[in-house]
Every structure is written in structure tokens, then in C-alpha cells.
């Protein structure tokens, strides 16, 4: 116990009101970071939905070389005629299967995302590791992507449809959106699956060289105030891209 006399001291007063003061602030700092990470998962959860101890998968389209294409190289006089792909710097090499470098680029942004909540939790995958599993939530990339396929090709599809090398609006069909020699379009749906209302599916996609990746960098830049936007609820959006630039994409299209 501190003798009354102590506690009179102006010197002991200064140093116990320096003491209450520096804890009110470490606890108003601590409860400011804990905020900030609440909002921050309630934003995450709204749009990416609510995974809890499953973890996310992000998914990529398993591709293969064509039969046809592998036939007609060995057949020919070609120099290493047995190896269909080349790698920087000239080495021939062959792979039964493929994965597309504008898939993998549309992955690292939302992987940059997704870490700061799942930390490790996160699984990448391909579509064909998954074997077409429907009861699962996921983020999946590119227009060759299963996910992607499957959901533009079911009837509560109120969203958008690829036809040729455009992306045509399910609500309105004079909405249309072209690429041509001076930008890509790319789409971003969020979908639930009538049997697994409880799973999200996040299909991010697009036509031209970078209308995927642009559409991922977009959503990685703009999830908070997506989430903000849609809350829960399922919606579509398109974003055009110029050439090669994935950070010049901005949105032109929406529906919910």
C-alpha cells in the first residue's frame, strides 16, 4: 500500500497520471487495430463468404496441349520435335498439362488479398483436381475455368454470357461489350448454387490476353467497396481493360 503522503506528491501524481495516460493509449491503440480488423474480415466475409475453419480455394483451369497439334509436330522433321513447349531462354521441354500465364497473374493479385485473412489457409488448385465438386467456395479464374463455363451456362444465369468475343448482358441484350485492337473486357460474378446456398462462388474471367487479369486486379483493388455495395447479395460486373494494362481497368457494366 502507498503511503497517503506519497500520493500527495506532486512528482508521484505526475509520474501515476503518465502511467494511466500511456495505458488509456495503448489500450485505445490495441482496440483501434482489433476495430480495423473486424471491419476488415466483416468486408471479406460479406463478399468472399464465410469460410470459418474450410479453407479458400482459388482455382485455376488445368489446360492441355491438343492431340492433334502433339501428332502433327512429331510427325515433323522439326528440331526436338517430342517437346511441344518452349521455355525462356530456348529449352524445349513438354508438360501434360498447362496452366495460362494470365490466370496465374489473375491469382497473384487476389492471392495478395485473401493472405491477409487466411494467412496459410488458402489452396490453390485446378479445376480438374476438383473433379467439377459443386459444395465448396471458391475464387475461380479464367473463361476456360469449369466454374466459369458452368455458371454462365445455367438458367438462373441473370448475369452475362460469352458470345464470340463478346460479353453480352442477360438483362439487357443491347448491353454489349466488344474487344477490339484498343481494350479487353473482363467479368466479375458472385454466384450461389441453388443446392449449396451456403457456399460462395466468386468467377472472375474475361476475353483478351487481359481481360482476366485485369478484372482480378480490379476486384483486389476495389473488394471493399464491392463488398460495401452488394453486401451478400449475388451480382455481375464487367470492367474494360486496355491492352496490357492491367491496372487500367474500370468498370462499365453492372447487375445485380
Given amino acids: 500500500m502507498i503511503p497517503p503522503n506519497i500520493c500527495k506528491d506532486p512528482i508521484v501524481q505526475g509520474i501515476i497520471g503518465s502511467l494511466i495516460a500511456g495505458f488509456l493509449t495503448i489500450g485505445i491503440v490495441e482496440f483501434n487495430k482489433y476495430w480495423r480488423l473486424y471491419l476488415f474480415n466483416l468486408k471479406f466475409k460479406k463478399l468472399f463468404g464465410i469460410y470459418d475453419e474450410e479453407k479458400i480455394h482459388l482455382v485455376l483451369p488445368a489446360l492441355s496441349v491438343r492431340q492433334d497439334v502433339l501428332n502433327l509436330l512429331h510427325t515433323s522433321n522439326l528440331q526436338g520435335n517430342q517437346y ?32 491477409k485473412v487466411f494467412g496459410t489457409k488458402s489452396k490453390i488448385v485446378t479445376d ?15 473463361g476456360s475455368n469449369f466454374y466459369c463455363s458452368y455458371v454462365l451456362g445455367q438458367t438462373n444465369n441473370r448475369f452475362y454470357n460469352f458470345n464470340g468475343n463478346s460479353i453480352i ?64 447479395k449475388e451480382f455481375g460486373l464487367v470492367v474494360r481493360v486496355d491492352h496490357g494494362i492491367d491496372n487500367s481497368a474500370i468498370e462499365v457494366h453492372s447487375t445485380t
Fill in 84 to 115: 511441344p513447349l518452349v521455355k525462356y531462354g530456348g529449352s524445349f521441354i513438354k508438360s501434360s498439362k498447362l496452366l495460362a500465364y494470365a490466370d496465374t497473374i489473375a491469382l497473384k493479385y487476389i492471392l495478395e488479398i485473401v493472405s
Fill in 128 to 142: 480438374e483436381d476438383l473433379q467439377n465438386r459443386l459444395d465448396l467456395s471458391f475464387v475461380a479464374f479464367g
Fill in 169 to 232: 448482358s442477360k438483362t439487357n441484350l443491347n448491353s454489349s461489350f466488344q474487344i477490339n485492337q484498343t481494350y479487353d473486357y473482363g467479368l466479375i460474378l458472385k454466384y450461389r448454387h441453388i443446392n449449396f446456398p451456403d457456399k460462395t462462388w466468386i468467377i472472375v474471367a474475361g476475353l483478351g490476353e487481359s481481360g482476366t487479369r485485369g478484372a482480378s486486379w480490379f476486384l483486389s483493388k476495389n473488394w471493399k467497396q464491392i463488398s460495401d455495395r452488394y453486401n451478400d
